[in-house]
């Protein structure tokens, strides 16, 4: 099998060549730091699988030409398949794999350090005692404990993340249109409807997948309905939340803060050095200008652990693929 990976960094070259090579594999792949598109897909050209991940575009186009270069496999190195057309790759006789579950406590945890970023002002401490500044006039935070903690899907990881707040010894609401009751039973958690989430939760984690039903969930009338103290974590996908109606919201003080490790349109600046050049996107640029936001730059999932989940279950995949058995993690 010959497979190129699109959208590359160092830490996915150094965990895939290393799971390659350890599970007895031999895969001969080839590593492109650029994105599959409409204008770089036709690099897959020879290539039985192409590898992509969260921000590349595998629309209805793109999947012609992958079928005309001899495509026969999109492997997603990530659980969300928002950014694939499945219809169209159905049509085109393309099989779609995914990884369902590499690290579940990886983008819980991440999500537990952004709340406690945000609620206890952890970066301006940090930037004030880098300078040897020991004034912590500013810097009142408030006890997570006997608040509100909102899970917003209730996933593997949002059942994480609601275990991590529990612990922290909040109350945990849930809400999701397929409820797991004997997960709520057993946790302590209670749930309740998408308006009451909004209208009781002082923090809301967001853990749902992005679909039609689910784009803009977060919008400026479900904002309107918070407690203005109330806080957002947002480590699932960007699109869960109206990005203009968040500045709105964060400009008349409809909320408290948000805490996010990704951008409804992230897909140009994120894995990018950005430092020495104009950001065009006023949104974001605005966004970072707020001292109750805290952005971090899609890395929930980057821990050792994930990253060799990834890979091992990814590279599985396309074995399974390649000798004809069934396909577990088959997205249809």
């Keep these: 099998m010959k497979i190129a990976f699109f959208d590359t960094r160092s830490y996915d070259k150094a965990s895939f060549t290393k799971a390659n090579a350890d599970g007895g594999f031999n895969y001969e792949i080839e590593f492109c730091d650029f994105k599959l598109n409409e204008n770089t897909a036709m690099t897959a050209q020879g290539f039985d699988a192409v590898c992509v991940f969260v921000n590349d575009v595998v629309n209805a186009e793109v999947i012609d030409v992958l079928k005309k270069c001899g495509v026969k496999l999109i492997a997603l190195r990530c659980a969300g398949f928002n950014n694939v057309d499945l219809k169209a790759a159905a049509v085109a006789g393309i099989k779609v794999v995914r990884v369902p579950a590499y690290s579940p406590y990886a983008v819980a945890e991440h999500g537990a350090a952004l709340l406690l970023s945000l609620t206890r002002h952890i970066p301006q401490a940090y930037l004030r005692t880098k300078t040897a500044n020991f004034n912590i006039d500013g810097l009142t935070g408030r006890d997570l404990h006997g608040l509100t903690a909102g899970i917003l899907g209730t996933g593997k990881i949002g059942q994480i993340m609601a275990g991590i707040l529990k612990g922290f010894g909040m109350k945990i609401i849930a809400y999701d249109p397929y409820p797991n009751e004997k997960w709520a ?148």
Excluded at 192 to 213: M, R, Y
Excluded at 256 to 281: L, P, Q
Excluded at 289 to 303: M, Y
Aim: aromatic share 6%; hydrophobic share 40%.
């Design 185 to 332: 039973s057993e946790s302590g958690a209670e749930y309740v409807s998408k308006d009451e989430i909004f209208q009781q939760s002082d923090v809301l984690s967001l853990h749902c997948p992005l679909t039609e039903e689910t784009k803009h969930i977060v919008n400026h009338d479900t904002m309107k309905m918070m407690k203005h103290d109330a806080v957002i974590i947002n480590t699932g996908r960007g699109a869960l939340i109206d990005s203009k109606a968040l500045v709105h919201a964060l400009k008349h003080g409809h909320i408290g803060g948000i805490g996010m490790d990704v951008y409804e349109e992230e897909s140009k600046y994120f894995f990018s050095d950005w430092s020495t050049d104009i950001m065009t996107d006023d949104v974001l640029a605005r966004l970072l200008t707020f001292p109750n936001v805290i952005i971090t730059g899609h890395q929930a999932f980057l821990t050792t652990n994930a990253l060799k989940n990834l890979a091992d279950t990814t590279l599985e995949n396309v074995r399974a693929f390649s000798v004809g058995q069934e396909l577990v993690n088959e997205v249809k």
